[in-house]
């Protein structure tokens, strides 16, 4: 669809650093994420000292914040009790997905169980608490990560308003990564984003293209994702990106804020796609869920128990409760009209939220891909760094008076911090100093 504003090649972004260090951090991020909400905590968690307490904190991903809030407000209210006649409580904690790994694995974590949006997330703070281990060649590392059933799964899709899916084939035609490729190479006002692969429908989309230039659908190794094949396929659907976002819930804020202006099409979870629709009413632009031509994979949505010495009996007594209830028939159809499909697959998808009413088709993937090792895995993170589109970033910090002392140090580990996450030598970062005026600019360099 043709629009009258026009792409400007590599995006620019300008970050400006105001006051303390998580202001600074966040407002960083908040350009570059669109929305700092997804990176960070927004809830306060006070802990429980008690030997003996059976409140059980849990994090969970920004993109289940109805759902997850609800199951636990229903599982509360039943006001359960441990044999010491304690009572169970769930409180909850927001934290994107790979901030939830790093706290995991910090000394102090805010929480005894976690709820991602994918398994993967799991499996790397397994490999990354191992890796932190001092064992002797032949031991093996335990766990941190307990145990873990999953309630909720949502196949991840390519939104795109009706009459843009229609242009491309769709309902008749299979539509898919090449398709978006296509379009977008011969229509440079075709703008579409997937989030950066530290979200799991961004890591997910990243997987479907790497298995799509493989010409697989199981089995993807290390070789097929490393192969000059494959990278150029990847590089050939990356460099049609418009816009990276970091959190699936960011870039729906900025669909309802700027509707269809905004982009063409974005990678989300299905139930996302549901819930738009749900939200928005009839009288508004219909979003459909494109499921791709050449596969897609599953955010599973597990809930895990964080193993540590700290874990009291009490805690783990009520996340076996709250694991018991997400899984009982009346969760599940809680799961299913918040536009998930339940882990219950016996429970049928007719009259539910998914329907294409909602711009979901229940018969639908017909394709899912196989989700590779975690070598594989590791080196698609890697090698999507390289293959995606590139960046150019300036950096505006205030060195007024107001930064002296502490606050301007607090400026710059935040901006060392953010450098740390750029990778490859092809983004591109320039420096804009300003107090009352501008004092000083950095060109862009790599």
């Known amino acids: 669809m043709a629009k009258k504003t026009t792409?400007?090649?590599?995006?620019?972004?300008?970050?400006?650093?105001?006051?303390?260090?998580?202001?600074?951090?966040?407002?960083?991020?908040?350009?570059?994420?669109?929305?700092?909400?997804?990176?960070?905590?927004?809830?306060?968690?006070?802990?429980?000292?008690?030997?003996?307490?059976?409140?059980?904190?849990?994090?969970?991903?920004?993109?289940?914040?109805?759902?997850?809030?609800?199951?636990?407000?229903?599982?509360?209210?039943?006001?359960?009790?441990?044999?010491?006649?304690?009572?169970?409580?769930?409180?909850?904690?927001?934290?994107?997905?790979?901030?939830?790994?790093?706290?995991?694995?910090?000394?102090?974590?805010?929480?005894?169980?976690?709820?991602?949006?994918?398994?993967?997330?799991?499996?790397?703070?397994?490999?990354?608490?191992?890796?932190?281990?001092?064992?002797?060649?032949?031991?093996?590392?335990?766990?941190?990560?307990?145990?873990?059933?999953?309630?909720?799964?949502?196949?991840?899709v390519i939104a795109m308003w009706d009459d843009v899916a229609r242009s491309l084939g769709w309902p008749d035609e299979a539509v898919g990564w090449e398709t978006i490729q296509q379009r977008a190479a011969a229509d440079p006002d075709f703008r579409w984003s997937h989030p950066s692969t530290s979200q799991a429908s961004g890591l997910l989309a990243t997987l479907a293209e790497f298995y799509a230039g493989a010409g697989k659908t199981r089995g993807l190794t290390v070789d097929d994702a490393t192969a000059q094949q494959t990278i150029d396929y990847v590089t050939n659907v990356e460099r049609t990106v418009k816009f990276?976002?970091?959190?699936?819930?960011?870039?729906?804020?900025?669909?309802?804020?700027?509707?269809?202006?905004?982009?063409?099409?974005?990678?989300?979870?299905?139930?996302?796609?549901?819930?738009?629709?749900?939200?928005?009413?009839?009288?508004?632009?219909?979003?459909?869920?494109?499921?791709?031509a050449e596969g897609t994979l599953w955010a599973d949505h597990p809930l895990a128990l964080l193993e540590s010495s700290d874990l009291t009996n009490n805690q783990r007594s009520t996340f076996r409760a709250f694991r018991d209830f997400v899984q009982s028939p009346e969760a599940q159809q809680v799961v299913l009209q918040a536009g998930f499909r339940p882990s219950d697959l016996s429970l049928p998808l007719e009259g539910s939220a998914i329907s294409p009413a909602n711009g979901a088709d229940p018969s639908q993937p017909q394709t899912t891909l196989q989700v590779p090792g975690p070598a594989v895995v590791d080196v698609v993170q890697n090698v999507w760094q390289f293959t995606k589109r590139k960046a150019n970033i300036y950096l505006v910090v205030d060195t007024s008076g107001s930064m002296e002392g502490d606050k301007l140090d607090a400026a710059q580990a935040a901006l060392r911090e953010f450098l740390g996450q750029i990778k490859g030598d092809q983004e591109q970062v320039g420096l804009v100093e300003f107090s009352t005026f501008v004092n000083n600019i950095d060109p862009l360099e790599p």
């Open 7 to 156: 792409s400007i090649g590599p995006w620019i972004v300008v970050a400006t650093v105001i006051i303390g260090f998580f202001c600074i951090f966040g407002c960083v991020l908040s350009l570059i994420a669109i929305n700092g909400r997804d990176q960070s905590s927004s809830d306060v968690v006070v802990t429980d000292t008690d030997p003996a307490s059976a409140t059980l904190t849990l994090a969970y991903t920004p993109e289940k914040a109805a759902l997850i809030s609800d199951l636990v407000d229903r599982f509360n209210q039943q006001k359960l009790r441990t044999d010491d006649r304690k009572t169970m409580e769930v409180q909850l904690l927001e934290l994107a997905p790979d901030l939830m790994v790093d706290e995991a694995l910090s000394d102090a974590p805010r929480f005894q169980a976690l709820t991602p949006d994918s398994s993967l997330w799991l499996d790397q703070l397994d490999r990354r608490w191992a890796g932190q281990q001092q064992l002797e060649e032949s031991a093996i590392a335990p766990s941190p990560v307990g145990e873990v059933v999953r309630y909720a799964v949502s196949p991840v």
């Open 244 to 292: 990276y976002g970091e959190g699936e819930t960011a870039i729906l804020d900025r669909i309802r804020a700027e509707g269809r202006d905004f982009l063409d099409s974005f990678v989300v979870q299905e139930h996302l796609v549901v819930n738009y629709n749900r939200d928005a009413g009839s009288g508004s632009p219909e979003l459909v869920a494109v499921y791709p």
